[in-house]
């Protein structure tokens, strides 16, 4: 368990990440307007039937950065809703209205909360491309300024785990990565988590050998099975481990793939995604702010590919970009756990400044407890 958090920790630490809050002023908020920095973004962007979401219209506020290139505030999305109330308040007038609001694709219904705030509900049956598009114009009220349709695309729950990833600073929306969860269940055929000896080879292996081979395995299966380690568990591409004396849990899923658009199938991946939180494997809701939470995402294990990750510790860069948000654990069979994850995440668009742009995660799992 150790070597694992130490893993885990060594490619946390190994980013060289850093950020800090700031609060935008009024004039900030402005510029971000005029300046196209809107985006629409989902509470929860991955649905299951009839479920409910909030989707809002923000705007981006960019970093502000000190003469050395470092930056001072982070760059963070305002809902649009509050911006507006805060712009009245100072007397500026706002650059956009909303208006017609419509879903495009996969059906479900919208309530308007307000002008920039709505609740959709996804649909009771799957649509077609598992996908959900809504949209949205924004209407100038100066004539300076050009008229905007945003795009939202949501997702319905159709696999394992399913992650979609929003910075839209860095360019990255509505990514999404998922796999299906690997690992045979124990049954009355494969009660073990030690493979079976294949029989071809065993008939060629002395009466005496195989004796004392198939002794040793009954052995190994006991031991096993008396002890926490699931072996099949442990192998799988989606699984957990809880370490009870620091009271720690680690996540990790292998071989996460891109899904490639409405009509296409989830291509075969190599995304390694990897969740750190305090606490242990309980149903119910854990807040992701404690020391040991940490998610660390990268598509591709080739160097110089570009991550999502936050952390609430480490080293001096990397605990400045701060995890915020939830992960819930809601349904455990002894076979698998379930739940969701709801983070905020950072990512450096170029790779080569010292800009962290502020994304969100939002995603369902289904794995396995190795030990």
């Known amino acids: ?27 900030d908020l402005a510029r971000a307007m005029r300046g196209g920095r809107l985006s629409l973004n989902a509470e929860k962007s991955v649905l299951s039937a009839s479920e409910q979401t909030q989707i809002n219209i923000d705007v981006y506020i960019p970093p502000a950065t000190n003469s050395d290139g470092d930056f001072i505030t982070d760059g963070h999305p305002v809902h649009m809703s509050d911006a507006a109330h805060t712009l009245a308040s100072a007397g500026i007038p706002v650059s956009y209205h909303a208006q017609n609001w419509k879903i495009l694709q ?79 269940k124990a049954s009355a055929t494969n009660p073990s988590t030690v493979a079976a000896i294949d029989p071809a080879i065993l008939a060629r292996i002395p ?26 568990s442990l192998t799988s591409n989606a ?23 409405p009509g296409s199938h989830t291509a075969a991946g190599s995304g390694v995604m990897m969740i750190t939180y305090t606490g242990g494997l309980t149903k119910g809701v854990h ?16 160097p110089g590919v570009k991550v999502c990750a936050c952390s609430m510790q480490g080293n001096q860069s990397l605990q400045k970009l701060h995890c915020g948000g939830t992960l819930t654990i809601t349904s455990m069979d002894g076979d698998f756990i379930t739940g969701t994850i709801s983070s905020t995440v950072w990512n450096n668009k170029t790779g080569h400044d010292k800009i962290f742009n502020r994304g969100t995660v939002y995603g369902v799992f289904k794995i396995r407890k190795a030990y």
């Open 239 to 261: 699984n957990a481990i809880f370490d009870p004396a620091n009271n720690v849990t680690v996540i990790k899923f292998i071989g996460l793939g891109r899904d490639m658009g």
């Open 106 to 184: 996969g059906g479900g219904s919208l309530d308007i909360v307000d002008e920039y705030l709505v609740r959709y509900t996804a649909p009771s049956q799957t649509p077609p491309d598992n996908t959900m598009v809504i949209s949205v114009e924004l209407i100038p009220t100066g004539h300076d300024l050009p008229k905007v349709v945003l795009l939202k695309t949501l997702y319905f729950e159709t696999g394992d785990n399913i992650f979609a990833f929003n910075v839209p600073a860095s360019g990255i929306n509505d990514a999404r990565y998922s796999q299906k969860t690997t690992g045979a």
């Open 1 to 27: 368990m150790k070597r694992y958090l130490s893993i885990t920790a060594f490619i946390l630490l190994s980013a060289k990440l850093f950020a800090q809050n700031g609060r935008a002023s009024d004039d």
């Open 287 to 302: 807040p992701f702010n404690g020391n040991s939470n940490a998610i660390y995402f990268t598509p591709d294990i080739r």
């Open 207 to 232: 009466a005496a050998d195989r004796a004392r081979l198939l002794a040793k395995k009954s052995q190994v299966d006991a031991a096993l099975q008396s002890s926490d380690v699931n072996l099949v």
